[in-house]
């Protein structure tokens, strides 16, 4: 015997609709109850129900679903309400303080604040760092009070390009020097771009755990390091660099007069 296409699909329709319907109203009377119920119940629990035995768990977590994100009762992801919970704070820090004060802060500074218990690490690093991507300084710090803008943006050049030579020299990241002094991602990225003058603890830092001579750092009046030993392996990065970059050119130089010559010249 051959069913209808039609009326087949009518009665799948009907069955389905009756499915529905019987999980709805079992959801309704418990939410009756005790709408606490409904809120945190999950697919599972309605496994083992007997009026809902013969259907099926895809049908089950769909319709449970749908039941309370109509009604309300989707609980909201932790990671969101964590990650308001952070960008609050911050926010409410960067109303309080000024500027300068608040630039001052370092993400691991956050980790201690009575007002994020429960949050993760990850959670409040990522919030700080995200909020200051947003609010960056409006405008460069100062280190005393009457400094020249010149000097500021002096200080702030000569600081971004020996970053870069420090750096090169232990062969480091950006990022990597943030985590042995101390200090988030985001301040070491506007310290290294010339954004941000560097505090005092920052530099103190850099001298001991770089052997950076702090006056040649900010000023450029003499060798970068301390040691000796540090500046010869300065020296010597800085002289192996100068050979790839001139190795790199000539097979530049190469390759352009083999195209000219019609590629007679050997690479």
Not at 3 to 11: A, E, N, Q
Not at 70 to 93: A, C, F, H, Q
Not at 99 to 126: C, H, N, P
């Amino acid at each position: 015997m051959k069913h209808h296409p039609i009326r087949f699909s009518l009665i799948t329709q009907r069955a389905s609709m009756k499915k529905y319907e019987r999980i709805n109203q079992y959801l309704e009377q418990l939410r009756t109850e005790d709408e606490k119920i409904v809120f945190n119940m999950h697919w599972p629990d309605l496994v083992n129900v007997p009026q809902l035995r013969d259907i099926g768990e895809r049908t089950l977590k769909n319709i449970l679903k749908e039941y309370k994100i109509i009604n309300g009762l989707m609980p909201e992801p932790t990671r969101i309400i964590k990650s308001e919970k952070v960008w609050k704070y911050v926010s409410d820090l960067y109303d309080k303080l000024p500027e300068e004060a608040f630039y001052q802060i370092r993400a691991v500074d956050l980790l201690r604040a009575k007002e994020l218990s429960g949050v993760g690490r990850t959670s409040i690093l990522t919030g700080f760092a995200k909020f200051i991507l947003k609010h960056p300084p409006k405008t460069i710090s100062h280190l005393p009070d009457k400094a020249d803008e010149k000097i500021v943006q002096e200080i702030c050049s000569n600081v971004s390009v020996n970053l870069k030579k420090i750096k090169r020299s232990p062969n480091l990241k950006h990022h990597e020097i943030a985590e042995k002094i101390g200090i988030s991602k985001s301040i070491m990225s506007l310290i290294a771009t010339g954004k941000r003058v560097p505090n005092l603890v920052f530099l103190y830092h850099m001298h001991q755990k770089f052997n950076v001579n702090v006056s040649s750092f900010l000023f450029n009046d003499g060798p970068l390091f301390r040691d000796a030993e540090s500046s010869q392996k300065h020296e010597h990065q800085i002289l192996m660099d100068s050979i790839d970059s001139l190795n790199q050119q000539v097979r530049h130089l190469k390759r352009n007069i083999g195209a000219l010559t019609g590629g007679k010249e050997k690479n």
